[in-house]
Protein backbone atom coordinates (compact mmCIF):
# COMPACT_ATOMS: atom_id res chain seq x y z
CA UNK A 1 0.00 0.00 0.00
CA UNK A 2 1.64 3.19 -1.16
CA UNK A 3 -0.77 6.59 -0.35
CA UNK A 4 1.25 8.85 -2.98
CA UNK A 5 3.23 10.68 -0.73
CA UNK A 6 6.30 12.11 -2.74
CA UNK A 7 8.33 12.58 0.99
CA UNK A 8 8.64 8.94 1.66
CA UNK A 9 10.87 8.39 -1.47
CA UNK A 10 13.37 9.55 -4.26
CA UNK A 11 12.06 9.21 -8.19
CA UNK A 12 14.84 6.39 -8.21
CA UNK A 13 13.67 4.63 -5.55
CA UNK A 14 9.84 4.31 -6.80
CA UNK A 15 10.98 4.02 -10.21
CA UNK A 16 12.88 0.57 -8.56
CA UNK A 17 9.48 -0.41 -6.72
CA UNK A 18 7.52 -0.10 -10.31
CA UNK A 19 9.31 -2.21 -11.61
CA UNK A 20 8.75 -4.40 -9.15
CA UNK A 21 5.66 -4.67 -8.74
CA UNK A 22 5.50 -5.23 -12.20
CA UNK A 23 7.71 -8.01 -12.26
CA UNK A 24 5.25 -9.70 -9.31
CA UNK A 25 2.48 -8.29 -10.76
CA UNK A 26 1.69 -6.98 -7.43
CA UNK A 27 -1.47 -4.72 -7.89
CA UNK A 28 -1.39 -0.95 -5.95
CA UNK A 29 -4.03 0.32 -4.37
CA UNK A 30 -4.23 4.16 -5.00
CA UNK A 31 -5.00 6.39 -1.75
CA UNK A 32 -4.73 10.01 -1.44
CA UNK A 33 -1.70 11.36 -0.18
CA UNK A 34 -0.89 12.04 3.46
CA UNK A 35 -3.76 9.76 4.24
CA UNK A 36 -2.54 7.46 7.52
CA UNK A 37 -6.04 6.58 8.49
CA UNK A 38 -6.16 4.57 5.54
CA UNK A 39 -3.17 2.76 6.25
CA UNK A 40 -3.04 -0.38 8.96
CA UNK A 41 0.68 0.28 9.26
CA UNK A 42 0.15 3.68 10.71
CA UNK A 43 -2.32 2.66 13.22
CA UNK A 44 0.29 0.00 14.34
CA UNK A 45 2.87 2.98 14.86
CA UNK A 46 0.42 4.39 16.80
CA UNK A 47 0.54 1.29 19.23
CA UNK A 48 4.05 1.26 19.42
CA UNK A 49 3.93 5.20 20.50
CA UNK A 50 1.18 4.21 22.56
CA UNK A 51 2.84 1.39 24.21
CA UNK A 52 6.10 3.51 24.63
CA UNK A 53 4.95 6.08 26.54
CA UNK A 54 2.85 3.96 28.81
CA UNK A 55 6.65 2.82 30.01
CA UNK A 56 7.78 3.28 33.46
CA UNK A 57 11.33 3.43 32.08
CA UNK A 58 11.17 5.97 28.72
CA UNK A 59 14.11 5.27 26.66
CA UNK A 60 16.60 7.26 26.36
CA UNK A 61 19.56 6.21 24.45
CA UNK A 62 19.45 5.37 20.60
CA UNK A 63 19.82 1.74 21.18
CA UNK A 64 17.21 1.69 24.44
CA UNK A 65 14.89 3.16 21.70
CA UNK A 66 15.68 0.51 19.37
CA UNK A 67 14.90 -2.50 21.78
CA UNK A 68 11.69 -0.59 23.37
CA UNK A 69 10.48 -0.52 19.78
CA UNK A 70 11.05 -3.91 18.68
CA UNK A 71 9.78 -5.47 22.10
CA UNK A 72 6.21 -3.21 21.69
CA UNK A 73 6.36 -4.17 18.08
CA UNK A 74 6.35 -8.02 19.00
CA UNK A 75 4.02 -6.83 21.72
CA UNK A 76 0.88 -6.34 18.77
CA UNK A 77 -1.55 -9.18 18.75
CA UNK A 78 -1.16 -10.36 15.01
CA UNK A 79 -5.01 -10.70 15.75
CA UNK A 80 -5.43 -6.93 15.79
CA UNK A 81 -3.43 -6.87 12.72
CA UNK A 82 -5.36 -8.85 10.77
CA UNK A 83 -8.63 -7.74 11.92
CA UNK A 84 -7.47 -3.90 10.13
CA UNK A 85 -6.13 -5.57 7.27
CA UNK A 86 -9.74 -7.59 6.90
CA UNK A 87 -11.09 -3.96 7.61
CA UNK A 88 -9.78 -2.46 4.73
CA UNK A 89 -12.56 -2.55 2.27
CA UNK A 90 -14.88 -1.36 4.29
CA UNK A 91 -12.64 2.25 4.77
CA UNK A 92 -12.37 2.30 1.35
CA UNK A 93 -16.13 2.88 1.17
CA UNK A 94 -16.00 4.74 4.01
CA UNK A 95 -13.13 7.07 2.34
CA UNK A 96 -15.44 7.02 -1.28
CA UNK A 97 -18.70 8.19 1.24
CA UNK A 98 -16.71 11.08 2.27
CA UNK A 99 -15.17 12.35 -1.34
CA UNK A 100 -11.70 11.21 0.24
CA UNK A 101 -11.69 13.55 3.57
CA UNK A 102 -10.33 11.29 6.34
CA UNK A 103 -12.33 8.74 7.79
CA UNK A 104 -13.09 8.67 12.04
CA UNK A 105 -11.01 6.51 13.76
Known amino acids: MEDGNSAYGHKSISNCCVRYR ?12 ISPDMNPIEKCWRWIKQALHRRYHQPITEAEMRQAVLVE ?22 LMQRH ?4 PN
Do not use: C, D, M, N
Not at 23 to 33: A, F, N, Q
Not at 100 to 103: E, F, I, M, V
Open 22 to 33: SKHRIVLLHYPS
Open 73 to 94: WEAIPQEWISELILKQEHWVQV
Open 100 to 103: GWST
